[in-house]
């Protein structure tokens, strides 16, 4: 006769890998090139509870395990899944020019990614129109990772925009490349020499950090920033959504943001969308501002009028219209506790955070989330090894990377 498991001997956690949004290419890895409404699981893929780091890009998804592997999938029409070929991929595919060589990191910009090795070299692949591969002289674009000669010290951070990317060396350094914040700044600062780093195709220094040591690195759309360790935020680029905390409509060199706007504490982790940023400090607090039409900063804007009377006020933190500034989310102190629950409320609107909680069942389980321009990826644990969704709950809307429906 069996005998039942005691409460120490409780079925350890299932993990799960789920996909949704936008699959013109294949990026959710389903098989198939069919948007996805409901979030639906992986069970053909690389068991999740391996899955170190997951994220997207215009088109395409990666995958980092545990062990150091890559698999990719989705639009390949530059080569930015590093395959050796431009056709599209339906399923997660381990890169094979990668193999024996462990990945630490990957970002996808729109068309191209960054590889961080576990060794702290860089490589890169896909369209290189913009020099966002950091090889200046290299072709159009590079179908298998190659590495970039120019970065010569360890880097422990990388990161990837629209059509730039950035690094950031373990001696504090960082570096940026592409030129797609330039056509911004030139048109939003008429007559401005704008500096190196925002129109170099291979990885230039980026100036005006020289006092600070930068511990990680965040790209948008069209803009940077840089955390340090002293827990200062810094930022530069398009304020187009008003997602520099600056009243300037471009900046363009790095420009902290106070530490008053984060109620006198220090920033520990940062993330960032495509328009938006979220920052948490040091005692758990959880800040978001930028972009807010579609709920992305997870809180209900106060009335311009409301705002005014405030910015009179001279107790109020920070001056600046309400999306344009960091702005405390009591909701989320001591999102720490949640894994990455903060780049979960990041990239989706709270109505639909709430509805994965209905549609999938968990609680305080998400282990790992990261959103392309059109589509979505998340591990979910499940405590007990439920490794199954349940709910009625039909999903209607399709979630956008950037937020919109």
């Known amino acids: 006769m069996e005998r039942e498991p005691s409460a120490s001997e409780a079925a350890p956690a299932a993990a799960a890998l789920f996909a949704w949004g936008a699959n013109s290419y294949g990026q959710l890895g389903l098989g198939h090139k069919e948007d996805v409404l409901l979030p639906q699981q992986l069970n053909d893929f690389f068991k999740p509870e391996c899955i170190r780091r997951i994220t997207g890009g215009g088109g395409h998804s990666a995958v980092v395990t545990d062990g150091g592997g890559l698999f990719v999938c989705g639009l390949n029409k530059d080569g930015q899944l590093g395959l050796g070929h431009t056709e599209d991929v339906l399923y997660f ?11 630490q990191q990957v970002a996808c910009g729109w068309d191209f990614t960054i590889i961080l090795t576990e060794s702290g070299q860089v490589l890169s692949c896909g369209s290189n129109s913009f020099g966002q591969l950091g090889v200046p002289h290299g072709p159009r674009r590079c179908v298998v990772p190659q590495a970039m000669e120019l970065l010569r010290e360890k880097v422990v951070c990388i990161a990837a ?3 730039h990317a950035l690094a950031a060396t373990a001696s504090g350094i960082v570096f940026q490349w592409g030129t797609g914040l ?12 704008l500096p190196p780093f925002l129109t170099a195709k291979e990885p230039s220094r980026v100036t005006g950090l020289e006092n600070s040591k930068a511990t990680c690195v965040l790209a948008g759309s069209d803009h940077s920033a840089s955390l340090t360790d002293a827990g200062e935020l810094y930022v530069w ?3 187009k959504h008003g997602l520099l905390a600056s009243l300037a409509a471009f900046l363009p060199m790095p420009q902290k943001i106070e530490a008053h706007c984060f109620q006198n504490e220090k920033v520990t982790s940062v993330w960032s969308g495509w328009t938006h940023l979220v920052a948490q400090t040091e005692t758990g607090k959880v800040f978001t501002w930028g972009r807010a039409d579609y709920g992305q900063l997870g809180r209900k804007l106060e009335s311009r009028e409301d705002w005014k009377l405030q910015s009179q006020d001279p107790s109020h933190p920070c001056s600046g219209p309400p999306k344009n500034m960091p702005s405390f989310l009591p909701c989320l102190t001591g999102a720490a506790e949640f894994c990455e629950i903060g780049a979960v ?16 069942g968990f609680s305080k389980v998400m282990e790992l989330v ?3 321009s059109e589509h979505n990826l ?6 007990g090894g439920r490794a199954t969704g349940s709910g009625e709950t039909s999903w209607r809307k399709k979630v956008r990377g950037d937020g919109e429906e």
Do not use: D, W
């Open 345 to 360: 409320f990041q990239f989706l609107p709270m109505k639909n955070l709430r509805f994965l909680e209905k549609r999938l």
């Open 161 to 163: 925009g629209l059509r």
């Open 237 to 239: 680029g398009s304020n």
């Open 378 to 383: 998340a591990v979910i644990v499940y405590p």
């Open 182 to 193: 330039a056509s911004s700044g030139r048109r939003l600062c008429p007559g401005q020499t």
């Open 93 to 103: 595919t381990a890169c094979p020019s990668l193999l024996g060589c462990p990945i």
């Open 370 to 372: 990261s959103c392309g």
